[in-house]
Nanobody, 124 residues
């Protein structure tokens, strides 16, 4: 399984950006998908999760601003980010695994497959 994240860049505070992550290998519809981020000097943190059922979950810090979605036909998961803040600056990673239990979705160690990361920088 390979994950390829893209879409990062430099954006002003208050702006928007959409990240994409294409999954290849086994059928995309069998995976639960997550987005994590890691800022310099900080631990990787959970951002959002979408299950095979399309139910979604968010970190409190991004709730109401970010939207995770998936297109099974394109084997792609998206992270639409609005009202961006300087504290959103980080490398963003997509992750995947199968049959995840709900209590594990916020833990990076529970995902077996990872993309390479894409940098988001939000200027003030």
């Amino acid at each position: 399984v390979q994950l390829q994240a893209s879409g990062g860049g430099l954006v002003q505070a208050g702006g928007s950006l959409r990240l994409s992550c294409v999954v290849s290998g086994r059928p995309f519809s069998s995976y639960d998908m997550g987005w994590f981020r890691q800022a310099p000097g900080k631990e990787r943190e959970f951002v959002a999760h979408i299950r095979r059922s399309r139910h979604t979950y968010y970190a409190d810090s991004v709730k109401g601003r970010f939207t995770i979605s998936r297109d099974n036909a394109l084997s792609t998961v998206y992270l639409q980010m609005n009202s961006l803040r300087p504290e959103d600056t980080a490398v963003y990673y997509c992750a995947a695994d199968e049959g995840m239990i709900l209590t594990s979705i916020g833990r990076s160690s529970m995902y077996n497959y990872w993309g390479q990361g894409t940098q988001l920088t939000v200027s003030s």
